[in-house]
């Protein structure tokens, strides 16, 4: 009785080691599974701040977060690039880029002009690292747009509203490049400003343009006067010329040489073939007079 129930035992117990050691390798698949979706989920996460792709016309700047802060000597080019997951990469759009852009000005007189603008800029690559870390992405409103207003304001309120809207004396061409120049002090290009348009009141628009209407009418008038004064000159120079010219033939015309001419015309008429010369007496002035017949 008692080696059967030992042997009773014996089996209970080994399979009841049996089942621990299975709910165990369950409770171990588990973990492990568990812990590998973690990861997963927690590479899925990282994913994209560890690995940073820069585009075409793109250049990054690293911020290391502890070692040094901004790297400024170094930009990040095209391609894929892995770094830790507690840095940051910021990226930069290195190519010609065009900001619209209007404001209000007033002129000498106090006059209100309305400018619409095309600002074409781009980052100075090189310098990409100082651009992020003194002024930041956010560059083109921090710096460009005040800098080309603040020149235009500036030089905009030395002229008259007409020597604006009718770009008179080149006055629009030196305030570009006055703002060209003052702008892209700040590790940036600005490549060009372009003024699309320029809006007075109506009231003051309409005056110049009444304006520009009478002086382009007096302008023809003086081309006229001008015109007209060149065509005396003209004639009087032509009245000066024949007067001189009958001046000379009346002196060097006398009686004996109008006498022989006549008879050189009154021979040469008289050889010729197609011609019947009547020779009756003779004139007043001893030339004979003729008749001429086919």
């Known amino acids: ?25 369950r409770h171990l698949a588990a973990y492990l599974t568990a812990l590998l979706l973690f990861l997963l989920l927690l590479l899925a996460f990282l994913w994209p701040r560890m690995v940073v792709t820069i585009k075409a016309g793109e250049a ?6 502890f070692a040094g802060g901004t790297v400024v000597d170094y930009v990040f080019s095209e391609g894929v690039h892995l770094i830790p997951p507690w840095d940051i990469m910021t990226i930069y759009n290195t190519r010609v880029q065009a900001r619209y852009h209007e404001f209000r000005v007033l ?10 603008l095309t600002i074409r800029y781009y980052p ?26 603040s020149v235009l304001r500036k030089t905009i309120g030395k002229h008259d509203p007409e020597e604006i809207y009718t770009t008179r004396r080149g006055v629009l061409d030196r305030i570009i490049v006055q703002a060209l120049e003052e702008a892209g002090q700040k590790f ?14 109506d009231s003051i628009r309409d005056a110049i343009a009444e304006k520009l209407i009478y002086e382009q009418k007096l302008q023809a008038y003086q081309f006229r006067l001008a015109a007209e004064r060149e065509e005396a000159k003209r004639k009087e120079i032509e009245a000066g ?18 006498t022989w001419k006549g008879i050189q015309a009154t021979e040469q008429l008289a050889e010729s073939p197609n011609s019947k010369v009547v020779v009756i007496g003779a004139g007043s002035d001893g030339l004979p007079i003729i008749l001429g017949g086919q």
Do not use: A
Not at 5 to 20: A, F, I, M, P
Not at 108 to 115: M, W
């Open 1 to 25: 009785m008692h080696l059967d129930e030992y042997l009773r035992g014996s089996d209970k117990n080994r399979v009841e080691d049996h089942l621990t050691w299975r709910q165990r390798l």
């Open 60 to 65: 990054g700047v690293l911020y290391k977060r």
């Open 107 to 116: 002129t000498t007189k106090g006059l209100p002009i309305t400018l619409y």
């Open 124 to 149: 100075e690559y090189d310098l990409i690292g100082l651009l992020h870390q003194q002024v930041g992405p956010e560059y083109v409103d921090t710096i460009i747009i005040p800098q080309v207003e």
């Open 188 to 201: 940036v290009v600005v490549d060009d400003v372009i003024i699309r348009r320029i809006e007075l009141p």
């Open 241 to 258: 010329g024949i007067s001189r010219y009958q001046q000379i033939i009346s002196e060097s015309l006398t009686q004996s040489m109008l």
